[in-house]
């Protein structure tokens, strides 16, 4: 059927019409003239699939990524990279526009921030390795299913870890470890877990579904590769699908139990399970524009909520009396306690919890808040905290415009919404970050 592209939806895919309903077309972009099949997903909308660009748009370009559209990595690879800054721009605002109608010409949108980085810049690389006509791969899926794609190296990943990903499966053959083979539920090695720095040194964990012994192989990869600093073994044997990687049981086999991320002048220590942007440079970039946009004061008392690490914390803490840090994970909070001494930091209170819970405890008056939540957004309990204690300021960072935008109209019951800046945490993707800077409103 052949179909004209009218706008690009959240995950990137291009959005045309057929008897009012929409179609779904992944890789085509709007004011394009395509042909596709069209099929009913399991939603039961339309979606087509991409055959023949009949007329294509001013901004596309060739993919330099040979699985481009098989994989499902990266959604945008295939429109010049300045357009896709435009797009997640044009995302934020037609959702402000829906939840908000009228209102949305009151808030201001700037433009997306670029990451200076447009290929290899992910710092962590969490990718399958599995058993095909009897030879250990590492890859990737395909789009939306959990079909095992064999690929030699991704585009958007450092450089160091494709390197790192080839030496170990180059290992594993020679020491006759075995990747899983999920045909036949045998094999050890499931996925391998790579995170380096902006100094190359790196931190591996295998994933294993069965236990294997490593130890030769790691002697050998250390002594081939002194730049891999840090390797565990997470033994998961109830492994079934990616969302049990972050399971099992974590073990230190060599090297330092951490890896130093340096940001600026300050230091984070991170074991393979801790959050942390995989974009780096960007992530300085998007800590120093919160700075900017808080407009912070000395006497300030801030909560950083969803804390992690501590990053923000740790770029805010100059700038402010206090900075009260919460985060639900105990490990993350045990880093943020060793980077405050290391940095030599003495006004951030990590604390261990739920944000409601610790805050209703603590019984303290914030200036300002500060969230980082995960893609599920602050939700209703949050919002309505915020709207109970209302700090005169509130910095939202998100990684998900919709949840952001539900949010923020809980929030705009009270609060000013003045600026909502995008952030390109993740080139040649759909995924949008962003910074919403809110103010209490005066009576």
Same mark, same amino acid.
């Given at each position: 059927?052949?179909?004209?592209?009218?706008?690009?939806?959240?995950?990137?895919?291009?959005?045309?019409?057929?008897?009012?309903?929409?179609?779904?077309?992944?890789?085509?972009?709007?004011?394009?003239?395509?042909?596709?099949?069209?099929?009913?997903?399991?939603?039961?909308?339309?979606?087509?699939?991409?055959?023949?660009?009949?007329?294509?748009?001013?901004?596309?370009?060739?993919?330099?990524?040979?699985?481009?559209?098989?994989?499902?990595?990266?959604?945008?690879?295939?429109?010049?990279?300045?357009?896709?800054?435009?797009?997640?721009?044009?995302? %934020?605002?037609?959702?402000?526009?829906?939840?908000?109608?009228?209102?949305?010409?009151?808030?201001?949108?700037?433009?997306?921030?670029?990451?200076?980085?447009?290929?290899?810049?992910?710092?962590?690389?969490?990718?399958?390795?599995?058993?095909?006509?009897?030879?250990?791969?590492?890859?990737?899926?395909?789009?939306?299913?959990?079909?095992?794609?064999?690929?030699?190296?991704?585009?958007?990943?450092?450089?160091?870890?494709?390197?790192?990903?080839?030496?170990?499966?180059?290992?594993?053959?020679?020491?006759?470890?075995?990747?899983?083979?999920?045909?036949?539920?045998?094999?050890?090695?499931?996925?391998?877990?790579?995170?380096?720095?902006?100094?190359?040194?790196?931190?591996?964990?295998?994933?294993?579904?069965?236990?294997?012994?490593?130890?030769?192989? %790691?002697?050998?990869?250390?002594?081939?590769?002194?730049?891999?600093?840090?390797?565990?073994?997470?033994?998961?044997?109830?492994?079934?699908?990616?969302?049990?990687?972050?399971?099992?049981?974590?073990?230190?086999?060599?090297?330092?139990?951490?890896?130093?991320?340096?940001?600026?002048?300050?230091?984070?220590?991170?074991?393979?399970?801790?959050?942390?942007?995989?974009?780096?440079?960007?992530?300085?970039?998007?800590?120093?524009?919160?700075?900017?946009?808080?407009?912070?004061?000395?006497?300030?008392?801030?909560?950083?909520?969803?804390?992690?690490?501590?990053?923000?914390?740790?770029?805010?803490?100059?700038?402010?009396?206090?900075?009260?840090?919460?985060?639900?994970?105990?490990?993350?909070?045990?880093?943020?306690?060793?980077?405050?001494?290391?940095?030599?930091?003495?006004? %951030?209170?990590?604390?261990?919890?739920?944000?409601?819970?610790?805050?209703?405890?603590?019984?303290?008056?914030?200036?300002?808040?500060?969230?980082?939540?995960?893609?599920?957004?602050?939700?209703?309990?949050?919002?309505?905290?915020?709207?109970?204690?209302?700090?005169?300021?509130?910095?939202?960072?998100?990684?998900?415009?919709?949840?952001?935008?539900?949010?923020?109209?809980?929030?705009?019951?009270?609060?000013?919404?003045?600026?909502?800046?995008?952030?390109?945490?993740?080139?040649?993707?759909?995924?949008?970050?962003? %910074?919403?800077?809110?103010?209490?409103?005066?009576?």
């Amino acid at each position: 059927m052949e179909l004209k592209v009218i706008r690009v939806g959240n995950d990137g895919e291009g959005i045309a019409y057929h008897q009012n309903k929409p179609v779904f077309i992944y890789y085509a972009y709007k004011n394009e003239t395509v042909r596709a099949d069209l099929s009913i997903n399991k939603r039961g909308a339309y979606e087509g699939e991409l055959k023949e660009i009949i007329k294509p748009s001013e901004y596309r370009i060739t993919p330099q990524c040979p699985f481009y559209g098989i994989c499902g990595g990266c959604n945008l690879m295939h429109i010049r990279y300045q357009e896709s800054l435009y797009y997640k721009k044009d995302l %934020i605002k037609y959702l402000i526009k829906k939840e908000f109608g009228d209102q949305d010409k009151d808030i201001s949108i700037n433009n997306t921030i670029p990451s200076k980085d447009i290929f290899n810049y992910r710092n962590q690389m969490n990718i399958p390795v599995r058993k095909i006509n009897n030879e250990n791969s590492i890859g990737l899926f395909y789009r939306g299913t959990n079909q095992f794609l064999p690929i030699d190296q991704c585009m958007i990943q450092d450089d160091h870890l494709n390197k790192l990903a080839k030496d170990i499966l180059w290992l594993m053959n020679k020491k006759k470890i075995e990747a899983y083979d999920p045909k036949t539920n045998t094999g050890q090695v499931v996925n391998l877990a790579i995170r380096t720095n902006l100094e190359g040194q790196m931190q591996l964990t295998f994933v294993l579904k069965n236990q294997a012994n490593l130890t030769n192989l %790691i002697k050998e990869l250390l002594k081939k590769n002194p730049k891999v600093i840090s390797v565990y073994e997470n033994f998961v044997p109830k492994y079934k699908t990616n969302r049990d990687l972050l399971s099992g049981t974590l073990k230190h086999l060599a090297g330092t139990e951490e890896l130093i991320m340096t940001l600026e002048n300050y230091q984070f220590f991170l074991t393979p399970h801790a959050f942390f942007q995989l974009n780096t440079k960007q992530a300085i970039n998007l800590y120093n524009t919160i700075i900017k946009k808080a407009d912070l004061k000395k006497t300030d008392i801030v909560l950083d909520a969803y804390s992690g690490v501590g990053t923000i914390a740790t770029f805010l803490s100059p700038h402010v009396k206090e900075v009260v840090a919460i985060e639900s994970i105990k490990d993350a909070v045990k880093a943020m306690e060793k980077s405050n001494q290391v940095n030599q930091i003495q006004n %951030i209170k990590p604390i261990t919890g739920d944000v409601i819970k610790v805050t209703e405890y603590l019984k303290k008056k914030f200036d300002v808040m500060v969230f980082d939540p995960p893609r599920t957004g602050l939700g209703e309990k949050v919002v309505n905290y915020i709207l109970k204690n209302k700090p005169s300021k509130i910095i939202y960072v998100s990684c998900d415009p919709e949840t952001l935008v539900k949010d923020l109209k809980g929030l705009s019951k009270l609060y000013q919404i003045v600026s909502i800046d995008p952030f390109d945490m993740f080139p040649q993707t759909s995924q949008v970050e962003s %910074i919403t800077l809110l103010s209490l409103k005066t009576a």
